[in-house]
């Protein structure tokens, strides 16, 4: 009986099965004999499987989910520090590169400096020999 319908028939909205799709539910006042309650014990039984069943299953798609958005969250955590060691190479580089210049600025001052001190020392030499 229970297998004819469609699982939205067979469910409530918060995933438990209803009495009525299941049979177990009399829709007379009829007198149970055993006949009658074996079949209602072996549904319930089926009952109690197939909810068992959808409850294991529902479980493990969560727990995948947990474990795929904590996966997701690390791989966003390793992003976001890849893009950090990156950047802070990034900017020792542009520190090394401005030393370098800075350094071959003053080396250039230095020689423009003795070049200046030599050519005054020549101005005053010939000064003093006239």
Known sequence: MA????NSEMMTKTGAFTLTSTGLKSRSKKTVD??????????????????????VENDRVIREERVVDSMKHKSKQEAELDYEVWRTQECKNIIVENRKLREAKYERR???????????EEHMLKAMQD
């Open 34 to 55: 055993d006949r009658m309650r074996k079949t209602r014990d072996k549904r319930r039984r089926q009952l109690i499987a197939e909810q068992e069943k959808y409850m």
């Open 110 to 120: 230095r020689d423009l400096d003795t070049q200046n001190a030599v050519g005054k």
């Open 3 to 6: 297998a004819s319908i469609n």
